[in-house]
């Protein structure tokens, strides 16, 4: 958990809400990709992501949740998002 919230919040313009469940909450600043963009981009590379828009009225476009996997799991779910955010 700890490796995958220091790797995405290391991307530049993500905020990695931290909680203590098995997943993580990425807000993505303006500029950036809205979180639809970034978990279709992911979704082609085979990492499957959530928008996090549908979970709450207070949630908004721009946050995606991932859920927390293995070490390998997880540097491939880092992976893929800074490349969708590149994109």
Known sequence: RHELAAALGALPGVDVLVGC????????????????EVV????????????????????????LRTAVKDAVDNARIAAAIAS????
């Open 21 to 36: 469940a098995n997943f993580l909450l990425c807000h993505l600043d303006d500029g950036l990709p809205t979180a639809a």
């Open 40 to 63: 279709a981009r992911c979704r082609e590379a085979g990492v499957f992501l959530r928008d996090a828009q549908a979970m709450g009225c207070c949630m908004g476009p721009r946050v």
């Open 84 to 87: 969708a955010l590149a994109d």
